[in-house]
């Protein structure tokens, strides 16, 4: 199974731009880049994904290296409603994928 | 109508028990899913229904028992748990089945406790 490896906790100012890396060296060529982030006491919610293009969306941008061994999530302006556990995610077209361990965002006012 | 509802918010439980955790969505989504997370853990995959038929069992012992009679509804059946089952039950749903990036909506989860 294709696995994700992201740092365990990472801090931003309020108002500066996150780069949070994901590592998923194994990755297949038909498995999509998910991510996802779930605040205190929620469910986790949609960010973005891509499969080999950047991506662009309201709320973030997604980087991905050419040969797809890692990605980079943007936030290009953390708030306070920005902290929380964000989680890099394979899926394939099997319908099986796996949450990474996730990094702990802390945004810093 | 965006929303995944799970209810109970909390259930506490003997190891006895029988009980039932239900999830429900009204956005037409063809895919469901049970996931479990224990505390400071990621949400582990339980559970996958396409189309109303059991698609991915990842494992999981027989003590959990999931039923989707519906396209909207999905239930989990709990029967003779354990403490270490404790945790946090997420439903989540998407729109079609298999990778092709489908975005999963969560429910908020109920919290599980077994005595």
């Known amino acids: 199974d294709a696995k994700t490896t992201q740092p365990n906790s990472m801090e931003s100012n309020e108002e500066e731009p996150v780069h949070l890396p994901c590592n998923h060296s194994?990755?297949?060529?038909?498995?999509?880049i998910h991510w996802y982030r779930q605040l205190p006491s929620q469910g986790p919610e949609y960010v973005i994904h891509?499969?080999?293009s950047n991506v662009n969306n309201r709320m973030a941008s997604l980087a991905i290296a050419e040969d797809r061994k890692s990605s980079t999530l943007i936030l290009h302006r953390a708030t306070l409603r920005d902290a929380a556990v964000y989680y890099c995610?394979?899926?394939?077209?099997?319908?099986?994928?796996?949450f990474g361990t996730g990094t702990s965002l802390t945004v810093i006012p | 109508d965006t929303e995944v509802t799970q209810t109970p918010k909390h259930l506490v439980m003997g190891m006895t028990n029988k009980k039932s955790l239900k999830c429900e969505q009204h956005?037409?989504?063809?895919?469901m899913y049970w996931y479990k997370q224990k505390a400071k853990k990621p949400p582990e995959l339980m559970f996958v229904?396409?189309?109303?038929?059991?698609?991915i069992n990842e494992s999981v012992p027989s003590r959990f028992s999931p039923e989707c009679p519906n396209s909207s509804l999905l239930n989990l059946h709990l029967h003779a748990l354990q403490p270490e089952d404790s945790a946090l039950y997420l439903c989540?749903?998407?729109?079609?089945?298999?990778?092709?990036?489908?975005?999963?909506?969560f429910g908020p989860g109920t919290r599980l406790t077994v005595l």
């Open positions: 194994t990755i297949s060529g038909t498995d999509y």
């Open positions: 229904y396409s189309y109303e038929k059991l698609s």
């Open positions: 989540a749903s998407s729109q079609g089945v298999a990778g092709r990036g489908r975005e999963q909506f």
């Open positions: 891509g499969l080999t």
């Open positions: 995610i394979l899926w394939n077209t099997g319908n099986q994928f796996y």
């Open positions: 956005m037409g989504h063809r895919a």
